[in-house]
């Protein structure tokens, strides 16, 4: 952009969060307008990311014939999609700015919500077009690698863990009311017959009628709403880089050992979000009164969505790098910890089995906010913006990593043993890592 050309209204002329009474008089009020909106928009995000995984677990109920292999290979691609999108949206914040990139991403939600409704009404919708579907919900994946960094820009430092910690966690609640609301939004008709005719729920209660279509298009109004308030009240910082000059990340070593970090934690996270519920149904779901995936499913999201919101303060007060390490030490102890009930003989081991993996989500939580003080603190504002979309964008492959690789092991040997002991050594790595670099005395960049 030619410097001598004024700016247009969206972008501001000026923006020095680190000046205090810069940040008092003008810049505080915009920065938490800017949080509160994009939060709003990353939760519906969010939402749409993750309805598949509410989906899935119902399509064979009302007569898709699906096999085991399908039904992970849908719960897997809205990840393959958002990882990759994410890699796009990472560089659009200093091209687009803010108001643009919101408002336009918010808008895009619609596809996949609108695509889904149509498609469950058939049982003859043919595979290839719910993994279509299935990957355009990646798009809700992708809104992050975009607005996290573009919010990022708003804050001075010693308030970006709070901010992002607010931003990411309340966010990613949104794969928790995916998973919460599903049962119950489609138990009744919306709007009568205008939305669609009910299927028939051939499990339990034969003959009940539910409406799946329910799932997505009870947030459509919403995805409307957060795209409107967008337009209208957001600003974009003038932070501006074209796609090459934001390369300059990937020479620098620190951004591949916090990718690394991040994919244990927010990999972790989205990737047994993604899986949890098949995995409930999977393992447990042989014994009499097997339990509802989506009645426990939405509790692993819950928890590290809101340890993640009430870690950010703690990372602004104690730093990114001891929080990192408590995270992956307890996501290996806990990941190993769920081996113990992954080859249940009775459902009295399914309370273990799901104390475990909600800490395993708690742990991820943890981590989650951590890295992303730490990436502020590595990185000057654009760089730590870069990293931040890009650490965000390999993580996202965590739904299509999990799903595709639990759902092959499963296939070849009967159980996921093998994938949590991967995910363990993984993590040991990780944590070794993190001290050398960023914890232990004397250590290259301690933050």
Not at 29 to 47: E, H, V
Not at 357 to 378: D, E, R, W, Y
Request: a positive charge.
């Amino acid at each position: 952009m030619n410097p001598s050309k004024p700016l247009p209204t969206t972008w501001l002329t000026r923006w020095e969060p680190e000046d205090p009474q810069f940040w008092e008089t003008q810049g505080k009020a915009l920065a938490w307008r800017t949080l509160w909106i994009t939060t709003f928009n990353l939760t519906l995000a969010f939402i749409t990311w993750f309805v598949v995984s509410a989906l899935v677990v119902r399509l064979p109920n009302v007569g898709f014939q699906l096999s085991t292999s399908q039904l992970f290979w849908l719960a897997a691609m809205p990840g393959l999609a958002g990882g990759t999108l994410r890699i796009i949206w990472t560089f659009l914040p200093p091209i687009l700015g803010t108001r643009h990139l919101v408002t336009y991403s918010t808008l895009l939600l619609l596809v996949p919500l609108l695509g889904w409704a149509w498609a469950v009404q058939n049982t003859a919708t043919p595979f290839w077009v719910l993994m279509v579907l299935a990957f355009l919900a990646g798009i809700g994946g992708g809104n992050f690698s975009g607005f996290m960094p573009s919010t990022s820009y708003f804050f001075p430092k010693k308030l970006q863990g709070t901010a992002l910690g607010i931003q990411a966690g309340v966010g990613n609640f949104g794969v928790s009311v995916v998973q919460f609301v599903t049962p119950w939004i489609i138990g009744f008709a919306l709007l009568g017959s205008l939305l669609g005719d009910p299927q028939t729920f051939t499990k339990g209660e034969v003959g009940k009628p539910i409406w799946l279509q329910n799932a997505t298009l009870v947030y459509v109004p919403l995805v409307l709403m957060g795209a409107a308030l967008a337009w209208l009240w957001l600003k974009s910082v003038p932070v501006r880089a074209n796609f090459r000059e934001q390369f300059d990340i990937f020479g620098d070593k620190h951004t591949w050992i916090m990718t690394s970090l991040y994919i244990m934690t927010f990999g972790s996270f989205s990737g047994f979000s993604a899986t949890f519920p098949l995995l409930i149904r999977t393992v447990y779901g042989k014994f009499e009164g097997a339990p509802d995936p989506l009645a426990f499913a939405f509790l692993g999201p819950l928890v590290g969505s809101l340890i993640r919101v009430l870690m950010g303060p703690l990372t602004d007060r104690y730093g990114g790098a001891i929080w990192t390490q408590v995270s992956g030490i307890g996501l290996l102890i806990s990941a190993i910890g769920v081996t113990f009930f992954l080859r249940p003989v009775s459902l009295e081991q399914f309370p273990w089995f799901v104390l475990f993996m909600l800490l395993v989500f708690l742990f991820a939580g943890i981590g989650n906010a951590s890295t992303f003080k730490q990436m502020p603190m590595i990185f000057e504002p654009r760089k730590a913006g870069g990293v931040i979309g890009w650490t965000a964008a390999i993580a996202a492959y965590g739904p299509f990593v999990f799903s595709s690789l639990i759902g092959a092991i499963i296939g070849s040997t009967g159980s996921a043993v093998g994938f949590f002991y991967g995910a363990a050594v993984f993590y040991a790595l990780n944590v070794l890592l993190n001290w050398y670099y960023y914890t232990r005395r004397g250590a290259e960049k301690p933050c």
